[in-house]
């Protein structure tokens, strides 16, 4: 009997050991949804729907700039005679707010875990929620819903959230827009957005009828999770859906976001601001952090797929458009692969500085770029990219929270974005945390552990935008 009971004692220590340490491991993992799924059945009726999340509008959109307001600085200061590609002005200066009684030479000899405990993380370099993120899905500037509503007809507005980023912030609108194989021509957009209405008078007799066509296709729109037929889609009227370059404007950026598809639940999905299509070409992987591994794979699987947050089921439901691989995705690819850089007049045929067109303080830039700054070892030149994907295990400096729907931990593997142009492309990350380079050098700085003093972190900065 003795032996029984001691046989128990230890079986049920040993079940309690094994349950703490599950407990443990589940605490670690992070909050765990009740299903992959989202729900099919809508019960509530459209009208309802949209009194309901119209009203909350208002309170979101204040509860999240203020949000904003506390992570960055959002003043309009533009840098003098620094322009993008034509004439909008770059935004100086770092933007991201210190926590009081911190300098950043604080931070740069601060230990990481030190910064941890302490909560002395800059909360502008923590990821970047979005505007909505319980809902999540695309959201996209005025810029883009006032010309796509004045060209088509489409109304890309959202009843329930509106963009976050001001625009002083973004990329020109409309970019410019340069093929390689016609960089004779430059912009070949002629300073207009492009669109269905205009695009054959804007191409015909530049490009083949493959292109043709795969541009075509880049600009129709396809049923989409918030743009669509249903009584749970997020557009007052029922929408035809969005195109590939509503987000990638003329072939770039508007900085449109919405949410990666491949997490569940919904608050551990990171925020994705949408990069820029210039330099496909010199691309091996796609997706700020899927890692899919040709333009074919992405132009298919973000259709068939991320525009319906990951779930097959609710793309059946509103209307996803299947492509034919052999025939309409490699005519879509054949025309992004196309897309070039903006001219780098300062740079020779290997991507460097030309020493007789840049300033001291871009050559020095360069030279802490290649060397102290560490840039170089992930950004090689001629393009500024090694095509590999990094982990920069950001979760050493903070602790993970629920902040604005979005369970904050690290940012795991990302791809490593071409620099070429990096100034044409603000904000920076795969999320839009960095509104500026300054902010960008910042961060690195702070993460890398680099060091860079005030002089260098300038000079750098300098020479990222000769890019």
């Given amino acids: 009997m003795h032996q029984r009971n001691n046989a128990k004692l230890w079986a ?34 459209f009208a309802a729907i949209f009194s309901r999340l119209s009203k909350q509008k208002p309170s979101v959109m204040r509860d999240h700039m203020a949000l904003l307001n506390e992570r960055y600085d959002l003043s309009n200061r533009p840098a003098a005679g620094i322009t993008m ?61 006032d010309e796509i509503k004045r060209h088509e007809g489409r109304d890309l507005t959202r009843f329930d959230v509106d963009f976050d980023i001001p625009d002083h912030f973004l990329p020109e609108f409309p970019p410019a827009m340069y093929l390689n194989q016609r960089s004779d021509l430059g912009d070949i957009s002629q300073g207009k957005l492009v669109t269905l209405e205009n695009y054959y008078e804007l191409f015909n007799g530049i490009i083949n009828p493959k292109q043709l066509e795969g541009l075509r296709l880049l600009l129709t729109p396809f049923p989409q999770q918030q743009f669509n037929q249903t009584e749970d889609r997020r557009s007052e009227l029922p929408s035809r859906g969005v195109a590939c370059f509503d987000c990638h404007t003329n072939g770039h950026t508007n900085k449109a976001t919405h949410l990666a598809p491949d997490a ?44 319906f947050d990951g779930d097959d089921v609710i793309a059946a439901k509103k209307g996803v458009n299947i492509l034919d691989r052999g025939h309409q995705v490699n005519m879509m690819a054949e025309f992004q692969e196309m897309l070039g850089f903006p001219p780098a007049p300062k740079l020779d045929l290997f991507g460097k500085l030309d020493p ?68 044409d492309s603000p904000p920076y990350m795969h999320d839009g945390r960095l509104l500026t380079l300054d902010d960008t050098v910042e961060f690195f700085n702070l ?14 900065v300098a020479f990222l935008r000769t890019l």
């Fill in 356 to 423: 007789s067109k840049a300033t001291k303080a871009e050559m020095h830039g360069q030279e802490i770029f290649l060397g102290k700054g560490r840039c170089g070892a992930c950004h090689a030149a001629p393009y500024y990219t090694d095509n590999m994907m990094h982990d920069l295990q950001t979760e050493r400096f903070f602790k993970a929270s629920m902040i604005d729907g979005l369970y904050e931990t690290g940012d795991g593997p990302v791809k490593t974005f071409p620099l070429r142009g990096i100034k």
């Fill in 447 to 460: 993460i890398l552990g680099t060091k860079l003093d005030d002089n260098e972190k300038q000079d750098l």
């Fill in 264 to 307: 569940r639940p919904t608050q551990t999905r990171h925020r994705i601001a949408t990069p820029t299509l210039r330099g496909v070409f010199v691309q091996r992987l796609f997706g700020s952090q899927r890692a899919l591994k040709t333009v074919e794979d992405f132009t298919e699987f973000e259709q068939r797929g991320a525009y």
């Fill in 85 to 145: 590609d034509r004439t909008k002005p770059v935004q100086e200066g770092v933007r991201v707010k210190l926590v009081p009684g911190t300098t950043w030479d604080s931070l740069a000899v601060t230990a990481p875990e030190q910064i941890r405990d302490r909560n002395l993380f800059p909360p502008g370099f923590m990821p970047l929620p979005h505007p909505k993120h319980e809902e999540g899905g695309m959201v996209f500037p005025h810029t883009e819903i």
């Fill in 12 to 45: 049920g220590m040993a079940i309690a050991m094994v349950t703490a340490a599950l407990g443990s491991a589940y605490a670690q993992q992070g909050p765990r949804g009740a299903s992959s799924y989202a729900p099919v059945d809508i019960t509530e009726p």
